[in-house]
């Protein structure tokens, strides 16, 4: 079963930056999507960013274009999310999620709209203030 453990939430002023973590264990895939999708109270979950292992393609949120960039650190086994020029509306729990099971096109187009990813971690949440 694969394992997500994500880091770096916290609170900040809006404006400032923030990266998230997500430590991936017990997996054996050589090539799978990634990604962060964020979800707010009373809100639908969003798709913020992907990232597919194998050729590094990625995917974002238009809300997040920009300010925000995904990376891997293979070697780490980690996930980020750089978080740049943070806003009120990006207040949310952020998850860590992966799918081994999609492709580089669903992964950087309607899987990374969607986020309806097969494995997920506990969410860490993101406060920003104006």
């Known amino acids: 079963q694969v394992q997500l453990v994500e880091s770096g939430g916290g609170s900040v002023q809006a404006g400032g930056s923030l990266r998230l973590s997500c430590a991936i264990s017990?997996?054996?895939?050589?090539?799978?999507?990634m990604g962060w999708f964020r979800q707010a109270p009373g809100k639908e979950r969003e798709g913020v960013a992907t990232?597919?292992?194998?050729?590094?393609?990625?995917y974002y949120a238009d809300s997040v274009k920009g300010r925000f960039t995904i990376s891997q650190d293979n070697a780490k086994h980690t996930l980020y999310l750089q978080m740049n020029s943070l806003r009120p509306e990006d207040t949310a729990m952020y998850y860590c999620?992966?799918?081994?099971?999609?492709?580089?096109?669903?992964?950087?187009?309607?899987?990374?709209?969607?986020?309806?990813?097969?494995?997920r971690g506990q969410g860490t949440q993101v406060t920003v203030s104006s």
């Open positions: 999620a992966l799918d081994p099971t999609w492709g580089r096109t669903y992964c950087t187009g309607a899987g990374g709209y969607r986020a309806d990813f097969g494995y």
């Open positions: 017990r997996y054996t895939y050589s090539s799978y999507c």
């Open positions: 990232i597919y292992t194998g050729s590094g393609s990625t």
